[in-house]
């Protein structure tokens, strides 16, 4: 049986094989912590952490090598974020479209700090209005945090043009970029960025376990550590060191993880973040186009590749997308994910709550090919249904 990947939303596989060369070295020839020690081999391992770093941070225009902040996954770096940053009683906007990621750590805030939290109501098809967020802010309002694009649809956001309101209102601005970090172009400066939360694991093609954030110094003035403990730095100290990146790195960084994320990077930045995005249009204008000639399917989102990254969600008429999720694996190798993904705020606006939907997710490495043999076994179960 064929075996077909399409969950890239959830983890991008396969990974480059530079990526793999790049740990399996590690592992085998360095193995040791960054900036625990004199010798040799722990100064090898920090100036890995540092090229890192400044890949990273030229990567997505950041204001500094030291700006750029190591965490376990995006989770703990939105969580890092917001909850270090946004103080009692602050009003913060979000939109309906947002993962738990977002929208968990919000709500708990909700309940320990009194925060008042709008959520701006995207369009049937994950859409945001700019103007919408320009409308909800009020003397109280201290920042904006969205994702980039929706982990269910694909819907770009309008991440520009929020920035831009934010930074005109004085209002600090945070961006989940999972669903967009090494396919579509970040421009921390542009974009008035004030922290930017990415994955690892994801379209920047490194392993599971490695992600961060890049803060700016006027966020990071007033946004305390979540994580204290060992950073090599200033150990004279009880407290945790004010300096970047140490402030937020309290123990032992995933080095090898992070040397790979920078392969990862670097395998981006020689194919072109443009060509990426031109490869993955065209496979989902192919998969939308042949999705628009069965029957009995329903498509959720824009349906127009360059309104969307690579995701695109559907139902089988009367079938639930669990079991067509275990069909497409079971009978045809097909890998998918079925349910809420994580963001029943985002199900609620598209309609698809509480059952959810199919979630197709296209990377860099699938091929024509494997979209054409998916749109046959859509229209098989589709047509036995």
């Given at each position: 049986m064929?075996?077909?990947?399409?969950?890239?939303?959830?983890?991008?596989?396969p990974?480059?094989?530079?990526v793999i060369?790049?740990?399996?070295?590690?592992?085998?020839?360095?193995?040791?912590?960054?900036?625990?020690?004199?010798?040799?081999?722990?100064?090898?391992?920090?100036?890995?952490v540092?090229?890192?770093?400044?890949?990273?941070?030229?990567?997505?225009?950041?204001?500094?090598?030291?700006?750029?902040?190591?965490?376990?996954?995006?989770?703990?770096?939105?969580?890092?974020?917001?909850?270090?940053?946004?103080?009692?009683?602050?009003?913060i906007?979000?939109t309906?479209m947002?993962?738990?990621?977002?929208?968990?750590?919000?709500?708990?805030?909700?309940?320990?700090?009194?925060?008042?939290?709008?959520?701006?109501?995207?369009?049937?098809?994950?859409?945001?209005?700019?103007?919408?967020?320009?409308?909800?802010?009020?003397?109280?309002t201290?920042?904006v945090v969205?994702?980039?694009?929706?982990?269910?649809?694909?819907?770009?956001?309008?991440?520009?043009?929020?920035?831009?309101?934010?930074?005109?209102?004085?209002?600090?601005?945070?961006?989940?970029s999972?669903?967009?970090?090494?396919?579509?172009?970040?421009d921390?400066?542009?974009?008035?960025?004030?922290?930017?939360?990415?994955?690892?694991?994801?379209?920047?093609?490194?392993?599971?376990?490695?992600?961060?954030?890049?803060?700016?110094?006027?966020?990071?003035?007033?946004?305390?550590?979540?994580?204290?403990?060992?950073?090599?730095?200033?150990?004279?100290?009880?407290?945790?060191?004010?300096?970047?990146?140490?402030?937020?790195?309290?123990?032992?960084?995933?080095?090898?993880?992070?040397?790979?994320?920078?392969?990862?990077?670097?395998?981006i930045?020689?194919?072109?973040?443009?060509?990426?995005?031109?490869?993955?249009?065209?496979?989902t204008?192919?998969?939308?186009?042949?999705?628009?000639?069965?029957?009995?399917?329903?498509?959720?989102g824009?349906?127009?590749p360059?309104?969307?990254?690579?995701?695109?969600?559907?139902?089988i008429?009367?079938?639930d997308?669990?079991e067509?999720?275990?069909?497409?694996?079971?009978?045809y190798?097909?890998?998918t994910?079925?349910?809420l993904h994580?963001?029943?705020?985002a199900h609620?606006?598209?309609?698809?709550?509480?059952?959810?939907?199919?979630?197709?997710?296209?990377?860099?490495?699938?091929?024509?090919?494997?979209?054409?043999?998916?749109?046959?076994?859509?229209?098989?179960?589709?047509?036995?249904?």
């Amino acid at each position: 049986m064929r075996k077909i990947y399409l969950d890239n939303a959830s983890t991008s596989y396969p990974k480059p094989q530079c990526v793999i060369d790049t740990m399996v070295d590690f592992m085998k020839n360095i193995g040791c912590n960054p900036g625990r020690g004199g010798y040799e081999k722990s100064v090898e391992s920090d100036r890995i952490v540092y090229d890192a770093r400044k890949t990273i941070n030229d990567f997505f225009n950041g204001p500094s090598s030291k700006n750029v902040i190591f965490t376990q996954n995006i989770t703990m770096s939105l969580n890092t974020i917001m909850k270090g940053m946004f103080k009692k009683n602050w009003h913060i906007i979000t939109t309906s479209m947002e993962h738990n990621s977002v929208m968990r750590p919000l709500r708990s805030l909700e309940r320990e700090r009194d925060l008042n939290v709008t959520v701006i109501k995207c369009s049937k098809e994950g859409f945001l209005n700019p103007d919408d967020i320009k409308n909800a802010i009020t003397r109280f309002t201290r920042a904006v945090v969205m994702t980039h694009a929706s982990n269910i649809t694909g819907t770009i956001l309008p991440a520009y043009e929020v920035g831009k309101i934010c930074r005109e209102n004085g209002l600090y601005f945070i961006l989940d970029s999972a669903q967009t970090a090494g396919t579509l172009d970040i421009d921390f400066k542009k974009f008035n960025i004030d922290a930017l939360a990415f994955t690892g694991h994801k379209s920047l093609l490194g392993p599971p376990g490695t992600g961060g954030f890049i803060i700016s110094d006027f966020a990071s003035e007033i946004t305390s550590s979540l994580i204290e403990g060992g950073t090599g730095s200033e150990s004279d100290m009880e407290n945790q060191p004010e300096i970047l990146p140490d402030k937020y790195e309290g123990g032992t960084l995933n080095t090898p993880g992070i040397a790979s994320l920078k392969s990862g990077i670097d395998f981006i930045k020689k194919k072109t973040i443009d060509k990426i995005r031109r490869h993955e249009q065209n496979l989902t204008d192919i998969f939308l186009n042949g999705l628009s000639s069965i029957d009995g399917i329903t498509v959720y989102g824009p349906r127009n590749p360059a309104l969307q990254t690579g995701t695109v969600s559907i139902n089988i008429k009367d079938m639930d997308p669990s079991e067509v999720s275990f069909i497409l694996d079971s009978k045809y190798g097909i890998m998918t994910r079925s349910g809420l993904h994580c963001a029943p705020s985002a199900h609620k606006t598209i309609g698809t709550f509480p059952k959810g939907t199919v979630r197709f997710s296209i990377g860099y490495f699938n091929t024509e090919d494997e979209i054409g043999y998916t749109l046959d076994a859509i229209r098989e179960i589709s047509d036995k249904n």
